[in-house]
Antibody
Framework: EVQLVESGGGLVQPGGSLRLSCAAS????????MSWVRQAPGKGLEWVAN????????YYVDSVKGRFTISRDNTKNSLYLQMNSLRAEDTAVYYC???????????WGQGTLVTVSS | QSALTQPASVSGSPGQSITISCTGT?????????VSWYQQHPGKAPKLMIY???SRPSGISNRFSGSKSGNTASLSISGLQAEDEADYYC??????????FGGGTKLTVL
């Protein structure tokens, strides 16, 4: 059974940093693109970042470029999102998702809440 | 990276059919057959319903179908059931090798 379990969310002050993790199981992690998608409270879905199977290609939504870094460790079946210079507008539930060709997401984690507030 | 355009809400009675539209540009919806649709119930993670415009994942009812014409994709649901009440989001691959979502549509089953 495919499972994606996010962790690392919490309350952080504006300007602070946080590192999200996603533990994958039930599939061969190293042969799939992976993504982060977020959802602000009461708002819609927003794609955040993608990373290629081997980590050689990474793409970001404009609003997080230069502040967020997506990475992965295929030996640990784990996906990460390093978030720096956090802003109030980054407050959201962050989902880890498995990406398929054409960048649709067939499996999602349960999400982890990040709150940026003083 | 502008969001795709969806109606904020649609509604229908049990047994009826509804369609949700999703309008983009030639750089996303119109340029690729990579439109997908997600269902999200309150407090839950999104669930894939349609991918590659009109393909259904295993386990998804054939009451759900997708189509595309030009820069507009559509999700149709026939034989509406109470459990179909949820938020629905479209998404598309883009020319920048990124993903763009629609703003979401709240489906109410009357």
């Amino acid at each position: 059974e495919v499972q994606l379990v996010e962790s690392g969310g919490g309350l952080v002050q504006p300007g602070g940093s946080l590192r999200l993790s996603c533990a994958a199981s039930g599939f061969t992690f190293g042969i799939y693109w992976m993504s982060w998608v977020r959802q602000a409270p009461g708002k819609g879905l927003e794609w955040v970042a993608n990373i290629k199977e081997d980590g050689s290609e990474k793409y970001y939504v404009d609003s997080v470029k230069g502040r967020f870094t997506i990475s992965r460790d295929n030996t640990k079946n784990s996906l990460y999102l390093q978030m720096n210079s956090l802003r109030a507008e980054d407050t959201a539930v962050y989902y880890c998702a498995r990406a398929r060709p054409g960048l649709y997401f067939d499996y999602w984690g349960q999400g982890t809440l990040v709150t940026v507030s003083s | 990276q502008s969001a795709l355009t969806q109606p904020a809400s649609v509604s229908g009675s049990p047994g009826q059919s509804i369609t949700i539209s999703c309008t983009g540009t030639s750089s996303d919806v119109g340029g690729y057959n990579y439109v997908s649709w997600y269902q999200q119930h309150p407090g839950k993670a999104p669930k894939l319903m349609i991918y590659d415009v009109n393909s259904r994942p295993s386990g998804i009812s054939n009451r759900f179908s997708g189509s595309k014409s030009g820069n507009t994709a559509s999700l149709s649901i026939s034989g509406l059931q109470a459990e179909d009440e949820a938020d629905y989001y479209c998404s598309s691959f883009t020319s920048s090798n990124t993903v763009v979502f629609g703003g979401g549509t709240k489906l109410t089953v009357l």
